[in-house]
Protein backbone atom coordinates (compact mmCIF):
# COMPACT_ATOMS: atom_id res chain seq x y z
CA UNK A 1 0.00 0.00 0.00
CA UNK A 2 1.02 3.26 -0.69
CA UNK A 3 0.23 7.21 -0.13
CA UNK A 4 0.49 10.18 -0.83
CA UNK A 5 -0.27 13.31 1.00
CA UNK A 6 -2.47 16.46 -0.23
CA UNK A 7 -0.98 19.26 1.35
CA UNK A 8 -3.62 21.43 0.74
CA UNK A 9 -7.51 20.64 0.72
CA UNK A 10 -8.54 21.94 -2.99
CA UNK A 11 -10.92 19.80 -3.77
CA UNK A 12 -11.31 15.74 -4.81
CA UNK A 13 -9.55 16.65 -8.07
CA UNK A 14 -6.95 17.89 -6.51
CA UNK A 15 -6.77 15.03 -3.87
CA UNK A 16 -6.66 11.95 -6.88
CA UNK A 17 -3.44 14.52 -8.59
CA UNK A 18 -1.62 14.50 -5.79
CA UNK A 19 -1.32 10.69 -5.81
CA UNK A 20 -1.69 10.57 -9.92
CA UNK A 21 2.00 9.53 -9.52
CA UNK A 22 1.57 6.21 -7.95
CA UNK A 23 -1.27 5.16 -10.41
CA UNK A 24 -0.68 2.38 -12.74
CA UNK A 25 -1.31 2.98 -16.54
CA UNK A 26 -4.57 2.37 -17.25
CA UNK A 27 -7.94 2.63 -15.51
CA UNK A 28 -8.42 3.70 -12.35
CA UNK A 29 -10.74 3.84 -9.29
CA UNK A 30 -11.50 6.06 -6.88
CA UNK A 31 -14.14 6.03 -3.86
CA UNK A 32 -14.89 8.70 -1.53
CA UNK A 33 -13.35 8.17 1.90
CA UNK A 34 -16.74 9.04 3.60
CA UNK A 35 -19.14 6.36 2.14
CA UNK A 36 -19.59 2.29 2.39
CA UNK A 37 -20.46 0.30 -0.13
CA UNK A 38 -21.13 -3.22 -1.04
CA UNK A 39 -18.29 -5.11 -1.84
CA UNK A 40 -20.56 -7.04 -4.76
CA UNK A 41 -21.22 -3.65 -6.24
CA UNK A 42 -17.80 -2.44 -6.21
CA UNK A 43 -16.89 -5.63 -7.84
CA UNK A 44 -19.14 -4.62 -10.79
CA UNK A 45 -17.83 -1.16 -11.38
CA UNK A 46 -14.61 -2.22 -11.36
CA UNK A 47 -15.58 -4.33 -14.46
CA UNK A 48 -17.18 -1.77 -16.22
CA UNK A 49 -15.21 0.97 -16.43
CA UNK A 50 -16.21 3.92 -17.43
CA UNK A 51 -18.07 4.20 -14.64
CA UNK A 52 -19.81 5.74 -11.51
CA UNK A 53 -21.64 4.03 -8.83
CA UNK A 54 -25.02 5.18 -8.42
CA UNK A 55 -27.82 4.77 -5.47
CA UNK A 56 -31.39 6.45 -5.46
CA UNK A 57 -32.18 7.91 -2.56
CA UNK A 58 -35.92 10.33 -0.97
CA UNK A 59 -34.04 13.03 -0.82
CA UNK A 60 -31.55 13.56 -4.27
CA UNK A 61 -31.08 17.17 -3.59
CA UNK A 62 -28.94 16.99 -0.72
CA UNK A 63 -26.70 15.08 -3.18
CA UNK A 64 -24.97 15.09 -6.38
CA UNK A 65 -28.10 14.47 -9.12
CA UNK A 66 -26.88 11.78 -12.26
CA UNK A 67 -28.53 12.56 -15.45
CA UNK A 68 -28.71 9.19 -17.18
CA UNK A 69 -30.43 7.78 -19.89
CA UNK A 70 -31.57 4.19 -20.65
CA UNK A 71 -33.36 1.81 -17.98
CA UNK A 72 -32.27 -1.42 -15.89
CA UNK A 73 -28.59 -2.17 -15.73
CA UNK A 74 -27.86 -0.10 -19.49
CA UNK A 75 -27.90 3.21 -18.00
CA UNK A 76 -25.51 5.48 -19.51
CA UNK A 77 -24.25 9.05 -17.72
CA UNK A 78 -24.98 12.13 -19.46
CA UNK A 79 -23.52 14.65 -16.56
CA UNK A 80 -24.41 15.37 -12.91
CA UNK A 81 -25.70 18.49 -11.12
CA UNK A 82 -24.23 19.30 -7.52
CA UNK A 83 -27.32 19.36 -5.00
CA UNK A 84 -29.68 21.04 -7.05
CA UNK A 85 -32.65 22.33 -6.03
CA UNK A 86 -34.96 20.75 -8.57
CA UNK A 87 -33.19 17.76 -9.14
CA UNK A 88 -34.09 15.91 -12.37
CA UNK A 89 -34.41 12.17 -10.51
CA UNK A 90 -33.45 10.40 -7.68
CA UNK A 91 -30.06 9.18 -8.60
CA UNK A 92 -27.43 10.48 -7.15
CA UNK A 93 -23.97 9.84 -7.60
CA UNK A 94 -22.28 7.65 -5.34
CA UNK A 95 -18.86 8.81 -5.06
CA UNK A 96 -17.38 5.91 -6.25
CA UNK A 97 -15.97 5.90 -10.23
CA UNK A 98 -13.78 4.24 -12.45
CA UNK A 99 -12.09 6.31 -14.73
CA UNK A 100 -9.95 5.68 -18.45
CA UNK A 101 -6.35 5.94 -18.08
CA UNK A 102 -6.55 9.01 -20.33
CA UNK A 103 -8.64 10.66 -17.46
CA UNK A 104 -5.05 10.99 -15.62
CA UNK A 105 -4.65 13.92 -17.46
CA UNK A 106 -7.86 15.35 -17.24
CA UNK A 107 -6.96 16.16 -13.09
CA UNK A 108 -5.92 20.06 -14.17
CA UNK A 109 -9.21 21.07 -13.75
CA UNK A 110 -10.79 25.04 -12.93
CA UNK A 111 -12.51 26.21 -9.85
CA UNK A 112 -15.97 25.65 -8.90
CA UNK A 113 -18.20 27.99 -7.38
CA UNK A 114 -17.27 26.95 -4.25
CA UNK A 115 -13.78 27.21 -4.46
CA UNK A 116 -12.82 23.66 -5.07
CA UNK A 117 -11.41 21.59 -7.91
CA UNK A 118 -14.00 19.15 -7.96
CA UNK A 119 -13.63 15.62 -9.52
CA UNK A 120 -17.46 15.91 -10.65
CA UNK A 121 -15.66 17.56 -13.65
CA UNK A 122 -13.64 15.01 -14.79
CA UNK A 123 -16.84 12.45 -14.62
CA UNK A 124 -18.30 15.28 -16.75
CA UNK A 125 -15.62 15.05 -19.37
CA UNK A 126 -15.70 11.81 -19.16
CA UNK A 127 -19.45 11.05 -20.30
CA UNK A 128 -18.98 14.01 -23.47
CA UNK A 129 -16.33 11.83 -24.83
CA UNK A 130 -17.49 8.34 -24.03
CA UNK A 131 -20.34 6.03 -22.83
CA UNK A 132 -19.76 6.19 -19.07
CA UNK A 133 -22.08 3.53 -17.52
CA UNK A 134 -24.25 4.25 -13.89
CA UNK A 135 -23.65 0.64 -11.86
CA UNK A 136 -26.38 0.38 -9.13
CA UNK A 137 -25.50 0.10 -5.77
CA UNK A 138 -27.46 -2.63 -3.77
CA UNK A 139 -25.90 -0.74 -0.47
CA UNK A 140 -24.66 2.35 0.05
CA UNK A 141 -24.02 4.64 2.97
CA UNK A 142 -22.86 8.06 3.30
CA UNK A 143 -20.96 8.59 6.82
CA UNK A 144 -20.54 11.54 8.03
CA UNK A 145 -23.03 12.13 10.93
CA UNK A 146 -23.05 11.02 13.94
CA UNK A 147 -25.96 8.57 13.59
CA UNK A 148 -24.60 7.90 10.18
CA UNK A 149 -21.52 6.32 12.39
CA UNK A 150 -23.48 4.04 14.05
CA UNK A 151 -25.30 2.76 11.30
CA UNK A 152 -22.12 1.99 9.61
CA UNK A 153 -20.78 0.56 12.45
CA UNK A 154 -23.86 -1.64 12.78
CA UNK A 155 -23.16 -2.75 9.28
CA UNK A 156 -20.33 -4.07 9.45
CA UNK A 157 -20.50 -5.92 12.82
CA UNK A 158 -23.68 -7.55 10.66
CA UNK A 159 -21.25 -8.99 8.71
CA UNK A 160 -19.08 -10.77 11.59
CA UNK A 161 -19.08 -14.65 11.66
CA UNK A 162 -18.43 -15.99 15.04
CA UNK A 163 -14.26 -16.66 15.88
CA UNK A 164 -13.55 -16.88 19.59
CA UNK A 165 -9.51 -16.68 19.67
CA UNK A 166 -9.76 -15.11 23.21
CA UNK A 167 -9.95 -16.51 26.98
CA UNK A 168 -13.84 -17.21 27.43
CA UNK A 169 -14.98 -18.65 31.11
CA UNK A 170 -16.76 -22.01 31.42
CA UNK A 171 -19.55 -20.00 32.98
CA UNK A 172 -19.68 -17.05 30.43
CA UNK A 173 -22.54 -17.14 27.70
CA UNK A 174 -21.85 -15.78 23.88
CA UNK A 175 -24.87 -15.47 21.72
CA UNK A 176 -24.19 -16.00 18.22
CA UNK A 177 -22.21 -14.25 15.71
CA UNK A 178 -19.21 -12.78 18.56
CA UNK A 179 -15.70 -12.35 17.65
CA UNK A 180 -13.28 -12.61 20.71
CA UNK A 181 -9.98 -11.66 19.32
CA UNK A 182 -6.61 -13.27 21.16
CA UNK A 183 -5.54 -11.21 23.85
CA UNK A 184 -9.04 -10.64 25.67
CA UNK A 185 -10.64 -12.12 28.21
CA UNK A 186 -14.44 -12.82 29.09
CA UNK A 187 -14.75 -13.65 32.69
CA UNK A 188 -17.79 -15.90 34.81
CA UNK A 189 -21.02 -14.58 34.43
CA UNK A 190 -20.73 -12.41 31.02
CA UNK A 191 -23.67 -12.48 28.61
CA UNK A 192 -22.83 -10.99 25.35
CA UNK A 193 -25.24 -10.58 22.31
CA UNK A 194 -23.90 -10.79 18.66
CA UNK A 195 -22.94 -9.28 16.35
CA UNK A 196 -20.24 -8.20 18.51
CA UNK A 197 -16.82 -7.47 18.33
CA UNK A 198 -14.63 -7.64 21.40
CA UNK A 199 -11.13 -6.47 20.47
CA UNK A 200 -7.45 -7.74 21.55
CA UNK A 201 -6.47 -6.21 24.92
CA UNK A 202 -10.29 -5.67 26.49
CA UNK A 203 -10.97 -7.65 29.35
CA UNK A 204 -15.14 -8.11 30.12
CA UNK A 205 -16.70 -8.59 33.60
CA UNK A 206 -17.63 -10.55 35.42
CA UNK A 207 -21.15 -10.56 35.34
CA UNK A 208 -21.18 -7.62 32.22
CA UNK A 209 -23.91 -7.88 29.71
CA UNK A 210 -22.80 -6.52 26.37
CA UNK A 211 -25.50 -6.32 23.86
CA UNK A 212 -25.63 -6.65 20.29
CA UNK A 213 -24.18 -4.78 17.77
CA UNK A 214 -21.61 -3.90 20.03
CA UNK A 215 -17.43 -3.03 19.43
Known amino acids: MAFA ?43 SAPAVGSYRVNNPSAYGVLHAEGTGDDVRVTGVTEKPADPPSDLINAGAYVFPAEAQGWLDVGESERGELELTDVLER ?8 AVPFDRWLDVGRPWELLAANEWKLDELERRIDGE ?36 VGPNAYVRGRTL
Open 126 to 133: ACAEMDVR
Open 5 to 47: EQSEQRGTADAVRAGAARLDDGPFAVLNGDALYDTESLATLYE
Open 168 to 203: VHADADLRGDVVVEAGTEVDAGVVIEGPALIRSGAS
